[in-house]
């Protein structure tokens, strides 16, 4: 079984911006005085747009659902945190944070998948006790070894982390991880990512030296060559990106312009030994949503 897939969910935003209910975990927003809330969607529905054209001229597969414009869900456009798919043929339903978040689990697109789908493992409830875990944003998944890697926050619960392990029957590999200014880093993906034989980590910042030892032994042992990145580069979204593989099985590796600016020409050579390169232009998406390219899709298996 490949690490990723050729298939993959998104959702273009009606009413994307800054969401004041997330940042006070996501450092990676920033808030711009003045700026008008129409011209944010405007530019981030281009960008999606562009990224969705982009996918599909690479053969890519998208399964697109819009948005709704009530109740209003400004971070929609990032359904991994909310929805995985597993190739066993079911689909993982996770609680999040923000409140504002949480009709972004709409019946329509899970019963859309349902179709195709066996089981459904709903953990959302979890919200009601004040614990989180936001799908493939809090975890990094390695379907083939079957190894959860997530680093706690306040968006990742490490009992809940556990407790689904145990029914997907993963072993959990879990960490934490610091920004530059010693705060959490919110989500898992945006400081590493997995690929069939390569992996991208900022081990920098993870600060206990035994956990940066076991993440590089694990990814090392189970063939990945690891391409280490900055800190500099985690907060240009360098650790935000994600391998799919096309309808003719050729590797793609995906991020955004700003996280391929940021790369070393030593480390743009080393991924591309593992598949071509896409970089859209996700500038508005990352400044206002702190979320990237791997926050846009959530692969189906």
Request: proline fraction near 3%.
């Amino acid at each position: 079984m490949k690490q990723s897939s050729s298939k993959v969910l998104m959702i273009r935003p009606v009413k994307f911006g800054y969401n004041e209910q997330t940042a006070a975990s996501n450092s990676f927003q920033k808030l711009e005085i003045g700026i008008d809330q129409k011209k944010i969607q405007l530019n981030a529905h281009s960008e999606f747009d562009t990224f969705l054209e982009i996918l599909r001229l690479h053969q890519i597969d998208v399964v697109v659902f819009d948005d709704t414009l009530f109740p209003a869900t400004p971070d929609s456009i990032f359904p991994n945190n909310w929805i995985s798919f597993h190739k066993e043929k079911f689909i993982v339903i996770y609680p999040m944070l923000a409140e504002n978040r949480r009709p972004e689990r709409r019946s329509e697109i899970i019963d859309h998948f349902k179709k195709e789908n066996k089981k459904v493992i709903d953990i959302s409830h979890f919200e009601k006790e004040g614990i989180f875990l936001e799908g493939t944003g809090s975890i990094v998944f390695d379907y083939e070894n079957k190894i959860a890697y997530a680093n706690i926050s306040a968006r990742t619960n490490k009992r809940l982390l556990e407790d689904l392990c145990k029914q997907l029957n993963y072993s959990s590999l879990n960490f934490r991880a610091n920004d530059s200014n010693g705060n959490d880093i919110y989500h898992t993906n945006v400081l590493m990512c997995i690929g069939d034989h390569f992996a991208v980590l900022c081990e920098e910042c993870i600060p206990d030296l035994i956990d940066r030892k076991k993440i590089v032994e694990s990814l090392k042992k189970n063939g990945r060559e690891i391409i280490f990145i900055s800190i500099e580069q985690m907060n240009s979204f360098a650790g935000n990106m994600y391998q799919l593989f096309n309808k003719n099985q050729e590797s793609l590796i995906v991020m955004s312009e700003q996280a391929f600016r940021s790369l070393k020409k030593g480390q743009i050579i080393q991924l591309e030994k593992y598949g071509k390169l896409l970089y859209p232009a996700l500038y508005t998406i990352e400044k206002y949503g702190g979320g990237s390219a791997r926050c846009m899709i959530a692969e189906i298996k």
